[in-house]
């Protein structure tokens, strides 16, 4: 689970754009919808009546499945229940800041219209429809900011994109030709036709160098110059860091980050992954990543008809309904004070700290330390307001709370000063 040490290291490369005010909404956002929806909704992790072992949107790798059979998916595709208002009201319900999908992933299949190829939604495939186009304009009416992934390394389908070794002769592609006139052409797409994005989420970078990186981060810059850029575009580029999959760092660090996380074992659609996570876990995954300082981009893989399935669907709804009884310790908040103790997780913003309790304590009785330059005068529970005794001494503060535990997922309690200008 760790990766404070990665993480570390391009907050140091990025070290003066910690003020970028471009950032802000992304600091306070803290939660965020990813999407994987393509081709590979349809096999579902089945090719040939094999269950294939891996990710699902892996399966025409792992599979090694030639093109042109691959290719055949795109004349089955025609998700008849997707409907985009949904989609963006369950992020919302969820309690999500932002929405990210799959515009282009490693197969090359393109989920948006482009007039770079015609192995796109609107051009191959019975739907005929542009989703990404639909998202966008309910992203904007209700209000949930919109970014693209865009897979520009990898290319299953392209013959100079990087990666696929079965069709194409890997010792003899034009990556840089590849990166020019068709990564390049098809950024230009997304960043014009479908509103402001907030963010570009590349990944896998292998292969880029780090003048190809920089000119796509230039490149999206000069196109929506809001528009972030993430920190797989590779070479410690990027407006932020992005942690391995899953991985939330053993710390808090001082940088701006992001952990993209399943609710399941996948990321696109697969028929016979039901591990799926506990709502309890995904809550508290999202305050362990907020009490370290970063987002949480937690991934549905909707099916070939285009639903979210409903075990995920339960899930966000579950993070959201806790979310709106105790979001006031999470959104816009900082790391708070507490970042060693065991016991408890905190955030902060001005004037109040957070202690967040997984494990509510049999006598209902926690100590916490004075903190330097922090007073804590009140204490209260978030959710209901109720105050709770804070017996004080010169160096640590007792909270005496009920015995039962007020929230099995996470009690917060809300640290007050009767002096707001001492707190944090
Ligand atoms: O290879 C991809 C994978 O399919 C998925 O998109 C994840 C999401 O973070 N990124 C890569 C693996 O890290």
Redesign the pocket.
């Known amino acids: 689970m760790v990766d404070g040490g990665a993480i570390r290291q391009e907050a140091q490369q990025r070290a003066g754009v910690r003020e970028d005010p471009r950032l802000d909404w992304f600091r306070d956002a803290k939660f965020g919808l990813?999407i994987?929806w393509g081709l590979y909704a349809i096999p579902a992790g089945v090719w040939n009546g094999r269950q294939i072992p891996g990710?699902g949107?892996?399966i025409m790798q792992h599979a090694r499945i030639p093109v042109a059979d691959y290719e055949r998916l795109a004349g089955q595709f025609n998700p008849e229940l997707f409907d985009a208002a949904r989609w963006v009201s369950l992020a919302r319900d969820a309690g999500m800041q932002y929405l990210v999908i799959?515009a282009k992933?490693?197969d090359g299949f393109c989920m948006f219209d482009s007039a770079l190829t015609d192995y796109d939604i609107v051009g191959a495939t019975p739907f005929g429809r542009d989703p990404l186009k639909e998202l966008a304009a309910e992203c904007e009416r209700q209000g949930l900011k919109l970014g693209f992934?865009y897979?520009q390394t990898?290319d299953w389908h392209h013959p100079d994109g990087d990666g696929n070794d079965w069709d194409y002769d890997e010792a003899h592609k034009d990556f840089a030709g590849y990166i020019e006139h068709y990564v390049k052409p098809q950024m230009r797409e997304l960043l014009t036709n479908y509103g402001p994005i907030c963010l570009i989420w590349f990944?896998?970078p292998r292969r880029i160098t780090a003048e190809q990186s920089r000119s796509l981060v230039d490149f999206v810059h000069a196109l929506q110059p809001d528009c972030l850029v993430n920190g797989?575009i590779g070479n410690m580029l990027g407006d932020y860091a992005?942690t391995?999959?899953n991985a939330i760092p053993d710390a808090a660090v001082d940088a701006d980050w992001e952990v993209?996380a399943t609710i399941n074992d996948t990321?696109?659609f697969k028929a016979h992954d039901h591990n799926w996570k506990s709502p309890q876990e995904l809550i508290r995954k999202l305050v362990d990543v907020t009490s370290k300082g970063g987002n949480y981009l937690l991934?549905v893989g909707p099916t070939a008809e285009g639903l979210i399935p409903q075990p995920s669907v339960d899930r966000l709804l579950a993070m959201g309904e806790w979310l709106r009884r105790s979001g006031a310790s999470i959104y816009g908040t900082r790391p708070g004070p507490l970042q060693e103790a065991g016991w408890c997780r905190s955030t902060q913003r001005p004037g109040k700290i957070y202690l967040h309790v997984f494990d509510w304590p049999a006598d209902g009785r926690m100590s916490i330390p004075a903190f330097p330059g922090a007073a804590a005068d009140r204490a209260s529970l978030l959710a209901t307001g109720e105050p709770l005794d804070l017996l004080r001494s010169a160096t640590t503060s007792t909270i005496v709370g009920p015995t039962m535990s007020p929230d099995a997922i996470d009690t917060v309690i809300v640290l007050e000063a009767d002096r707001p200008a001492g707190m944090a």
């Open positions: 990813f994987h990710i949107e892996w799959t992933h490693h992934y897979s990898q990944d896998t797989r992005e391995r999959d993209p990321w696109g991934n």
